[in-house]
Every structure is written in C-alpha cells, then in structure tokens.
C-alpha cells in the first residue's frame, strides 16, 4: 500500500473516531475548558499522533495527515449542512435550563452541569436571580445563552475567552 494512502486512512480513522467519542463524552467539554481538558487534549494529540502517521516522520507525512484532517472536516462540515439525518445524528440540540424562572432540573442533571456553572454563566450575563431568566439555552456549541428582563428582554450570549497573561498585564 501506498504510505501516504496509508496515513490519509489512519488520520481519516482517527477523526471519526474524536467525532464518535466527543458526541459520547458531550458537548460540555468543547465551551468549559478546565486545566485537566486541556491536558486531556494535549495528551490525546499525542497519543494518537503516531496512529495516524505511524512510523513516518518525515514533514510531507505530516503535511498529508494534516490536509487528510481538513478534507474530512470539510466534507463533515458540508454533509451536516445538507443531511438532517448526519447533522442530528453527530449535533445535538439546544436545551432550555431555565424557563421564565423555572429550572429544569433534570436537564441540568442530564448535561452534567453544575449549580455552581449555572450560576457562574448566570453573572457572566449579568443576571442575579433565577427569577430573573426567562430563557436560558444550553447551545449546541455548549456555551450558556440567556434572555432576561421583563418588559424589555434582553439577550446576552456569552462566550468564554482565553486571556493572554502577558497582553493583559502590558494593556
């Protein structure tokens, strides 16, 4: 067989196999990166960085793994688009958390998310009290969206940023 035919199917392997396990694992991992998912990520690169370019070390070997993983995000990316059938079986959907002031237990229970990161989501919007929330979304990319207020509802979305240790303390 051909190396580098070997390496697009190795890297083609892995990529469904990250898409199979992070739709297992949930979608909460992808928008709450702690210290320890990181290590798991950088870990998981690492360990699956020879699975897919085995013993080929060489620059064009990685450069044929790397173009593999782009095509096949591509072509995902297009098949979600024009398959309803793919999109739902690989994304979920949005769940409602909080519902004008009512929290979904069960939900919340179910996605694995914490009082503590409700509230938390909760501050980042602005919002101080449950009561408070007349809509609050667990979206797809596994970030908080919160419609609040009451005559004049008001929507924030929130998404987290990394913060550069050195930019800030130089701004």
Sequence with gaps: MNPYLDIIIRSVSVYLFMIIALRIFGKKELSQLNT???ILILLISNSVQNAMVGSN???????VAAFAL???NIIFKKTMLHSKFIKEMLQDKPEILIHNGKIEFKTIAHLGITNDELQEAMREHGVEYYKQVKLAM??????????????????????RKIHKTLGTLNS
């Design 36 to 38: 320890a998912d990181v």
């Design 138 to 159: 667990f979206e797809i990319d596994g970030s908080i969206s919160i419609i609040s207020g009451d005559k004049n509802l008001r929507q924030t979305h929130h998404k």
């Design 57 to 63: 070390t060489s620059l064009l070997g990685g450069i």
């Design 70 to 72: 782009f095509i096949i």
